[in-house]
């Protein structure tokens, strides 16, 4: 069984509070919130609940956004791909930035070191990363300035990221070739043997291939589906069957 949406094994006792209080969306808390998405940027914690409290309380108070921490909340929010917190977040931003985050607009790509390029660039980043495009995700991270700008506040950010692609990746396969799982994890040479065998627990063939475990998720099962129907209600259906007929 999951852990419900709204628990945060790391969050703290006074954040708790606020959330389940008569404070969530007090202005005078914004701040709190604020200070506590940082502290889940170098932590390497997370609270989607409390991030989703924070963009929600803007909403309601425009002038107290920070931009910072929106971007920061988003880039925490692709650290759990494949989940929905992501297009979650995406939901409690702005109209007008949404509306300029779009690759082509009348107006022209949206402006420089705006709330919507930023934005933009990070729904590059998750649009990648849910249609499985790890190796573009990497390039595409490699690619600007900003983008490392974007990721800089959350620690082991890149390390999150192999983490995660490394989970998906044991879900849906038994094995997989060295190279294609280079590409995705964007590891070469002693780096990815000891990101394989330390942090997956994974191991190499004699194929040359990454054997992955198996578990509930990859392992191929036959499935039989069986309905069982009494006589009694197959004789009543032939009935109406009848009966609508005349």
Known sequence: MGIAFDVAPDRPENIDTILNGLDRYNPETTAVFQEYVAQQCENQTYDCYANLALLKSYQFNPH???DEATTNILVKALTVFPSPDFPLCLSLLPPYVLATTKTTTQSGPPAAGSLAEAVQHLTTLHTQLINADYAAFWSTLDSDDLYADLVADVQG???????????VVSQCMQEVDRSVLESWLNLTGAKFDGFVKEVCGWKMNEQGKVAIPLNKENEAKGTVVREDVKFEQFGRMIKRAYEVGA
């Open 157 to 167: 950010f890149e390390e999150m990221m192999r983490v995660r692609i490394a989970v």
């Open 64 to 66: 107290l956004t920070r």
